[in-house]
Nanobody, 128 residues
Framework: QVQLTESGGGLVQPGGSLRLSCAIS????????MAWFRQAPGKEREFAAI??????????YYADSVKGRFTISRDNAKNTVYLQMNSLQPEDTATYYC???????????????????WGQGTQVTVSS
């Protein structure tokens, strides 16, 4: 049984930074495609970033809206995936979810239906 537990959300001023963590239990994080999605109030859940399996070179992909500001990474020793978020803006306000999927290919990375395991979410609020 795979469990994902997010942490690190909070309130931050525009231009600030936060680092989200997703701890994985039950399996090795490097065996999964690990992703961050987010959902703002009244909006659909959207893709933010992914890191591929170690077999696929741990390649990373980002939504255009976060590219250059967010960085996804994985610490295999800690079995944890991170999302470093810089230059945060009010439009980044959302609940952020960590997800894990198996046997994904590049064309499916952004599709939340492909991910079998989800965390409970952590709230990020960007406001002055």
């Amino acid at each position: 049984q795979v469990q994902l537990t997010e942490s690190g959300g909070g309130l931050v001023q525009p231009g600030g930074s936060l680092r989200l963590s997703c701890a994985i239990s039950g399996r090795s994080a490097s065996d999964y495609t690990m992703a961050w999605f987010r959902q703002a109030p009244g909006k659909e859940r959207e893709f933010a970033a992914i890191i591929a399996t170690r077999q696929r070179g741990s390649a990373t992909y980002y939504a255009d809206s976060v590219k250059g500001r967010f960085t996804i990474s994985r610490d295999n020793a800690k079995n944890t995936v991170y999302l470093q978020m810089n230059s945060l803006q009010p439009e980044d306000t959302a609940t952020y979810y960590c997800a894990a999927g198996e046997r994904l290919i590049v064309s499916s990375y952004r599709d939340d239906r492909r991910y079998a395991y989800w965390g409970q979410g952590t709230q990020v609020t960007v406001s002055s």
